[in-house]
Nanobody, 123 residues
Framework: QVQLVESGGGLVQAGGSLRLSCAAS????????MGWFRQAPGKEREFVAAIGWIGGNTYYADSVKGRFTISRDNAKNTVYLEMNSLKPEDTAVYYC????????????????WGQGTQVTVSS
């Protein structure tokens, strides 16, 4: 069983930056692939970024490529999402998720989910 708790969301102006954190419980964190997803009001949950359990493989949605960076610190059981050059369309609830196997862009492949953290970007 893995429990995930996101933090770091908030209100920021367009062009600003935020860093989200996702703290995971459990002893096997280093063996889990991690992903970030987001859901805006009235829209479906969408993939943002993912990182493999070793940390060398990272994947990004086209909409955030070059602006967002996913990373992990296995010693702290934490995965991060550094978000730069934020746009109003980045406004959403951001969720982290984990799975035992390969990092993917599909939400239905992830087994554990956090409660989400709100990110609001004002224009």
């Amino acid at each position: 069983q893995v429990q995930l708790v996101e933090s770091g969301g908030g209100l920021v102006q367009a062009g600003g930056s935020l860093r989200l954190s996702c703290a995971a419980s459990g002893r096997a964190f280093s063996s889990y692939a991690m992903g970030w997803f987001r859901q805006a009001p009235g829209k479906e949950r969408e993939f943002v970024a993912a990182i493999g359990w070793i940390g060398g493989n990272t994947y990004y949605a086209d909409s955030v490529k070059g602006r967002f960076t996913i990373s992990r610190d296995n010693a702290k059981n934490t995965v991060y999402l550094e978000m730069n050059s934020l746009k109003p369309e980045d406004t959403a609830v951001y969720y982290c998720a984990s799975q035992k196997f390969t990092a993917t862009m599909r939400a239905d492949t992830y087994d554990y989910w956090g409660q989400g953290t709100q990110v609001t970007v004002s224009s």
